[in-house]
């Protein structure tokens, strides 16, 4: 993901999500979570802005939750920062 999010290979990656009904990101840093949000919600240059939904459960999910168009926080073990960030929420 790294590499993805490099401006000299995101044209490639934003190519890539094109082609995707969905892009779901796992395992990543807070940070790359809200990049990715971030670049695909723009269109990164190369394609149309798209309608981005950010789903999380805790404080490190924040920055996607914001970023997205649409944020929903699922509260849960992870405490409400996901649910305070949120557009909407549930239990």
Known sequence: LVHALDPKLSDLFMHLTDACTAVICCRVSPLQKAQVTRLVRSGGGVLPPRIC???????????????????????????????????????
């Open 53 to 91: 939904l950010g789903i999380g459960d805790g404080a490190n999910d924040v920055g996607m939750i914001r970023e997205a168009h649409i944020g929903v926080g699922i509260s849960g073990f992870e405490g409400r920062q996901a649910v305070l960030a949120s557009d909407f929420a549930t239990a």
